[in-house]
């Protein structure tokens, strides 16, 4: 069984210009994450759907990140404009509605560097 | 709101000793509790869980025990090996945020052979 995909591993940009992250989560699974890690912190989540759905959506900065999950599988998050303090790794993850919704698989991450 | 707060780090241990990485939390209500690990290069993934008062969870000869008391979550091995050598994160989940998960700031383990 694949993992959860995420694309690119790594990004760098200068500030004000936009950027987007994908994830692919495993096959099946309905439930979809985006997190945020700061260096030396641990995952914060940014935002939750159900299929395509956004359920929980508080904690992500709508001024400036827009995501979606058009067709209910894979996802792209966006940053538009960047900012430096936007340095950091995106992680997405993903849980399956007929299991533990706390047992979420997680991608290798994106590291995203504003310079 | 809910927190984690875990033992500051890098922990740094030889082959065969004793591991402790101690988790206290913040929550209302009755949290159930985990332990991620992530390999280097790797995604974060579930080592183990407990979800009531005095639930022990284990795996891979891990172990942690929900101690509602002392609103502790700590973990704990016998034998660390090199291949142990990874970033542990303890978190929890529940009351009214439904599906997400508050993580510590993760403990940095290095096992020395």
């Known amino acids: 069984e694949a993992g959860v995909v995420q694309s690119p591993r790594y990004k760098i940009i200068e500030k004000k210009q936009p950027v987007a992250f994908w994830c692919n989560p495993i096959?099946?699974?309905?439930?979809l994450y985006w997190y945020l890690q700061n260096l030396g912190q641990g995952p914060e989540l940014l935002i939750r759907?159900?299929?395509?759905?956004?359920?929980?959506d508080s904690q992500l900065p709508k001024d400036r990140f827009s995501a979606e999950r058009l067709k209910g599988v894979d996802s792209t998050l966006k940053i538009q404009p960047a900012e430096l303090g936007d340095s950091a790794v995106y992680l997405c993850?993903?849980?399956?509605?007929?299991?533990?919704?706390?047992?979420?698989?997680f991608g290798p991450g994106t590291r995203l560097t504003v310079t | 709101g809910n927190s984690v707060t875990q033992m500051e780090g890098p922990v740094t241990l030889s082959e065969e000793a004793f591991l402790t990485i101690n988790c206290t939390y913040t929550?209302?209500?009755?949290?159930?509790l985990f332990w991620y690990v992530q390999y280097p290069g790797e995604g974060l993934q579930l080592l183990l869980k407990?979800?009531?008062?005095?639930d022990k969870g284990s795996n891979k000869g891990f172990e942690a025990t929900y101690r509602k008391e002392t609103t502790s979550f700590h973990l704990e091995k016998g034998s660390v090996q090199v291949s142990d050598s990874a970033v542990y994160f303890c978190?929890?989940?529940?009351?009214?945020?439904?599906?997400?998960?508050?993580f510590g700031q993760g403990t940095i383990l290095t096992v020395h052979p």
């Open positions: 978190a929890l989940a529940g009351g009214t945020s439904y599906g997400k998960l508050t």
């Open positions: 759907y159900e299929n395509e759905e956004a359920v929980d």
């Open positions: 993850a993903s849980s399956s509605r007929f299991g533990d919704p706390y047992e979420q698989y």
């Open positions: 407990a979800t009531k008062a005095d």
């Open positions: 096959s099946g699974h309905n439930t």
């Open positions: 929550a209302t209500g009755y949290p159930s």
